[in-house]
Nanobody
Framework: QVQLVESGGGLVQAGGSLRLSCTAS????????MGWFRQAPGKERESVAV????????HYADSVKGRFTISRDNAGNTVYLQMNSLKPEDTAVYYC?????????????????WGQGTQVTVSS
C-alpha cells in the first residue's frame, strides 16, 4: 500500500558526500518507523539507520556512526540519509524501508515496505 521511492545515489570519490532521499506515498507515513538498509553483492541486507515516527529517536549501525545522519520530514513524506566521509566499503544498493508493526530494527525481513533501491558507489 505504501510506495517508497529513493533518489540521490551515484558515484562518489572516497571522502565525499551524498544525500539520499526517500519519498513516500500514503497517509500513514507519519506513523511509520523509517530506515535505510544497504546490500552489497553477495552479502545480506543490513540495517544502516533507523528513525522513529516522531524523528526523536535514531539508531545507527556502528560502521556508519559519526558519518551518516538519518532525518525525516513528515510534512513532506520524506526521509533522508546524509552520508559524509564515504568509504569504498559503503558501496552498495541502498534501500528505504518502512514499518508499522512487528519489525525488528536490524532485521530486514521484518520490515513491511521497501523502495526499489539506489546504487551508491564509492571509488578509491
Amino acid at each position: 500500500q505504501v510506495q517508497l521511492v529513493e533518489s540521490g545515489g551515484g558515484l562518489v570519490q572516497a571522502g565525499g558526500s551524498l544525500r539520499l532521499s526517500c519519498t513516500a506515498s500514503g497517509r500513514i507515513f507519519s506513523s511509520l518507523v523509517m530506515g535505510w538498509f544497504r546490500q552489497a553483492p553477495g552479502k545480506e541486507r543490513e540495517s544502516v539507520a533507523v528513525v522513529a515516527s516522531s524523528g526523536e529517536f535514531t539508531h545507527y549501525a556502528d560502521s556508519v556512526k559519526g558519518r551518516f545522519t538519518i532525518s525525516r520530514d513528515n510534512a513532506g513524506n520524506t526521509v533522508y540519509l546524509q552520508m559524509n566521509s564515504l568509504k569504498p566499503e559503503d558501496t552498495a544498493v541502498y534501500y528505504c524501508a518502512g514499518g508499522q508493526t512487528s519489525m525488528v530494527f536490524t532485521s530486514a525481513p521484518t520490515w513491511e515496505y521497501w523502495g526499489q533501491g539506489t546504487q551508491v558507489t564509492v571509488s578509491s
